[in-house]
């Protein structure tokens, strides 16, 4: 029996391919969006499982083969039609790319890509804008590494050019410590992009989320991450908020339209990582799509914006209107750590509800995120930031406290 969800019948005909999944716990909100949009086509590593009533189809295949992808992909479209093509994995961003210019599917243009998936283009591009940006130099030696980190100075940090995974990226603050970095971040690498050195920025962390407007992309969130210091020298989110009326907001919007423009993206959702400065805000990197579902439902419970399924039509040549209803502020923070140690209090699955305001999400099983393993997160809202990481720290020492008296 078909059970997926009714899709709104408003568009081109044919499936929607989604190329990658993971928790449900963390994507099933943005699940329901798409397959509100469309018939979903799902293209993943493993067989689906919590996510099967929300397709219609599902294909198995090697999401690091992009020969392979397309393949599949190339199949099932010879006995049905297809109307467009995304992800959320910036891994995957060339391979839709791939898929969209193979088998005529709608997409950006192949300029913008190249100039978001590689680091080191990025960087040329918004500096020679005028767009204030991390300065990412390419290297692919370790000599090349050392003399950028000579020029960057330390502390600094060393990525992947174009990553194959997350959370790739390491700090660096002394000069004992690059070779093992550039070892990690060339081995997390697609074959021949090379690694980038930068600085490692002060500042506030922040990420800008766009979205469509008739004046061209417009800033309708930002969120603030903080990192786990468990995770360093990887960077590996263990807070994020999300606020209706970020007070970052001013002087973000600017540096985040002009970046977009420098690097011809001109439609579509979009979201540029920032770092705030004592002189500005310094663009770090740029993605052309959303990267993380579970801060696509974050933004719309604090805006009213669904940028989800804003993702879900624009990858089939439409246009969806964003109404906004700004209100509050909503936070996630994530139960992680580096060993198996139990982070979760034995009746998580039977007692959601933390505290008033916060709710745990716990997953079936622990899941690799860079160095840590991650079994659950929690979600609070509030009326800003202040409170929603006050409401934060509450529920971790209650599911702290819930654990040590089990």
Known sequence: MNT????R????????VVLGSGPQAEW?????????????????AEPPTWQQPLLDKARTANLMDPTQVLSTVQKFASTRPLAGALTFHPAQARTVDLLRRELALPAPPTAAIEATTLRHRTAQLLTAAGVDNSGALHTETYDQALEAAHHVGFPLVCKPASPWRRYAARQVRSLPELAEAFSAATAAAWHGTGTVIEPLLDGIEATAYTADSPSGPRVVAISHATFDPQAEPALVPVEVVVDADDVCAPAVEDTASRAL??????????????????????????????????????IEQVTGIDLISQAGHHARGRALPADESRLGATAVR????????????????????????????????ERPVGPLHRSGHVLVSGMDYPQCTARLRSAAAEIRSARLSA
């Open 334 to 365: 994530f139960l992680q750590g580096p060993g198996s140690t139990a982070l979760l209090p034995p009746n998580a699955a039977t007692h959601p509800h933390i505290t008033p305001y916060a709710t745990l999400r716990p997953y079936p099983a």
């Open 4 to 7: 997926h969800a009714p899709y």
């Open 9 to 16: 019948d408003d568009g081109p005909a044919g499936h929607l």
């Open 28 to 44: 099933e909100y943005a699940m329901q969006r798409l397959a509100a949009v469309a018939p979903l086509l799902l293209i993943d």
């Open 261 to 298: 423009a420098a690097l011809g993206h001109r439609s579509g959702p979009a979201q540029i990582r920032l770092r705030i400065t004592s002189t500005g805000p310094r663009v770090i990197s740029v993605a052309t799509h959303l990267t993380d579902p579970l801060l696509g439902m974050l």
